[in-house]
């Protein structure tokens, strides 16, 4: 006993001469104090070294930043602590000033978007109650909230009462638990296979999941998470919009059906990468439906139309999904990460279920005491949806609609504005704020890629603005991806004029 009592005497010492409370969010004034200190320098940091940049991006090399990083952190765990003051400095000296400014308007490049201020401010809420959204002892208030984002999502998207949903980290995970659902309910149906329980059965090696070839790709990633392979990936030819082709489809399915494969999902896109393309998602699910499959919609990227009083017919059909991803790090104009994964059939969580005694036991489930990790294939999970609760109530349904109609309108002008170019080719007529185009001039068509490739390297260096470079039919394009709604007709002219007059120099010099 008196050694004990020397313990406890020794720590609540060690807790006086230590004082660790400053170190951590509480009641206590020295807590509250630094608290405050560091978040404002956090915020000065932000606003001269990082939103203050006039560039969108300061055209340090790899090898000109790595060496600045290595010079400036020479410890990553210094046996002393670094002063506040000079982290914060150094911090905004070397990393926020040579960040991509996502909020520049000639950052364009990918699925990108700036967030909204209303969202920074609920990431300082989020971060500082850390509550963590497995169970209902961790995340109280949160989980209520989450609820009731999640029952406005299903009545928006699948208006149905039968559905659920929960946010994930984005539409990777939102569409491997797509797919995951979709392969057990159907070994399941099909075989009265238990996949939680035996693993994958016989047969696996004959499932088929189909999807267009302009389709994200994690529906392959999923396929071989899932144990398929890549080889269970059927792709579909597209139409000239990059749509999914019906006719392709039919006949994909008609060859599988002639080999004895069991094709079990179907995965429609509404927004693809690169062209921002939607499937014919009704025609696709009666498709889905004759043939008993699964039907999966990735709309990370276009869901965001539902908010749309101009473009929200661009989703007809949406509700005919399964499941349903939907991202909000893009055109909900949220910080990264945040997304949902919607199902029509809440049943079908049964199939990732677990619980655990010390976290989700079933007798929690029998008083009503809900914890979510019952719907997840993460475990410890952010407070995310508050960040999209705070900017739907703060700036409303109309503006969203009036910022994402606007991106989509820039689009058109922007492609209306390339195509009249002789010096430039256009691709494709934006679905929705997404322009594929390219340098061409009197180029070689052999010299065309390199040209182009030189083009979008040069402006990165510069730092002048970003585009993105992709391929369509083995060549090399350039990529406007619009979402930011502070960028103007006046921005997009500028980088045009700019393309073509590295374009035109590159020629001129013989390269």
């Known amino acids: ?120 401010a609920a990431e300082a809420i989020i971060s500082g109650t850390n509550q963590s959204m497995d169970s209902w002892d961790q995340s109280s208030a949160a989980t209520m909230l989450e609820e009731k984002m999640v029952n406005w999502l299903t009545q928006a998207f699948l208006q149905n009462d039968k559905a659920d949903g929960v946010f994930t980290s984005g539409g990777t995970q939102s569409n491997f638990m797509g797919l995951l659902l979709a392969r ?24 088929r999941i189909f999807c267009s070839k302009d389709a994200h790709f994690t529906v392959k990633q999923s396929a071989f998470l899932l144990g398929l392979g890549e080889q269970a990936v059927i792709p579909i030819e597209t139409d000239h ?70 473009y929200q017919d661009k989703l007809k059909g949406i509700k005919l999904g399964d499941s349903i991803t939907v991202d909000f790090h893009k055109l909900f104009y949220q910080p990264i990460s945040c997304g949902a994964f919607l199902l029509k059939d809440q049943s079908n969580f ?57 991106t989509v309108d820039l689009a058109k002008e922007t492609a209306m504005l390339i195509k009249e170019d002789k010096e430039l080719e256009l691709v494709n007529v934006p679905e929705m704020n997404a322009v594929v185009f390219r340098y061409v001039n009197q180029t070689n068509s052999k010299k065309v890629d390199k040209i182009n490739t030189f083009i979008r390297t040069s402006l990165l260096d510069k730092g002048n603005a970003i585009l993105a470079r992709t391929r369509v039919q083995g060549r090399v394009f350039l990529k406007l991806t619009l979402l930011n709604p502070q960028t103007t007709m006046k921005d997009i002219r500028l980088i045009i004029n700019q393309v ?4 035109g120099e590159y020629e001129y010099n013989g390269n």
């Open 1 to 120: 006993m008196v050694a004990k009592a020397n313990i406890l005497e020794r720590l609540n010492t060690d807790m006086e001469t230590q004082n660790y409370s400053r170190y951590f969010l509480n009641a206590g004034q020295e807590s509250i104090t630094f608290y405050q200190q560091v978040m404002q320098q956090a915020q000065t940091a932000l606003v001269n070294q990082f939103s203050a940049n006039q560039k969108p991006y300061s055209g340090l090399s790899y090898q000109e930043l790595n060496s600045l990083l290595s010079r400036t952190f020479q410890e990553v765990v210094p046996e002393k602590p670094v002063h506040v003051n000079q982290l914060m400095n150094d911090i905004g000296e070397v990393l926020l000033k040579n960040s991509i400014v996502v909020t520049n308007p000639s950052c364009i490049a990918h699925l990108h978007c700036p967030p909204l201020n209303i969202a920074l």
């Open 184 to 207: 057990d309910r159907y070994l399941f149906k099909q075989f009265k296979w238990n996949t939680q329980k035996q693993g994958l059965p016989p047969q696996a090696h004959k499932l």
């Open 241 to 310: 919009n990059h749509r999914m082709c019906l006719r392709d489809l039919d006949q994909r399915l008609r060859e599988a059906e002639e080999q004895d494969l069991l094709p079990f999902a179907l995965v429609a896109t509404a927004g693809t990468t690169d062209f921002g393309s939607i499937d014919p998602l009704s025609e696709v699910a009666r498709c889905a439906k004759k043939h008993h499959m699964w039907f999966h919609i990735d709309a990370a990227y276009g869901g965001a139309l539902i908010l749309s009083d101009r």
């Open 350 to 406: 049964k199939f990732i279920k677990q619980n655990a005694d010390y976290l989700n036991p079933e007798d929690d489930e029998e008083t009503g005491i809900p914890n979510l990790v019952t719907k997840s294939i993460q475990t410890t999970r952010r407070f995310d949806s508050l960040k999209l609760f705070m900017s739907l109530q703060a700036l409303g349904r109309e503006k969203f609609a009036e910022m994402i109609d606007y």
């Open 500 to 503: 073509k007059k590295i374009g």
